[in-house]
């Protein structure tokens, strides 16, 4: 749901060489890091004000709090959250 928005991803670079066809698909054979690069963490989600924002970041600056204030502006996402519409009855 659009009012629900967000996303989470880390971003790795890896050692593999870029392939002009598909640059854009995800390739199993990418697994290794390359060396001496950041992961990047990448938050996309609606804020309290019901606007998208966008922030990347390395991720030890996410862990460490420098970008706390802006991430602080997403409104809070309760995953996993019981709901009655997942609710099992037997």
Do not use: F
């Not at 989470?8 to 390739?27: G, M």
């Not at 959250?81 to 037997?90: F, K, P, W």
Request: proline residues 1%.
């Amino acid at each position: 749901m659009e009012s629900n928005l967000n996303v989470n991803v880390l971003l790795i670079i890896t050692t593999c060489k870029k392939d002009s066809k598909n640059t854009y698909e995800h390739r199993d054979e990418c697994v290794t890091q390359k060396q001496h690069t950041p992961m990047i963490d990448c938050v996309v989600c609606k804020t309290t004000d019901d606007q998208e924002l966008v922030d990347c970041a390395r991720k030890r600056d996410v862990t460490s709090g420098r970008r706390k204030m802006i991430r602080e502006k997403c409104r809070n996402y309760a995953h996993g959250s019981a709901h009655i519409l997942r609710s099992v009855r037997e």
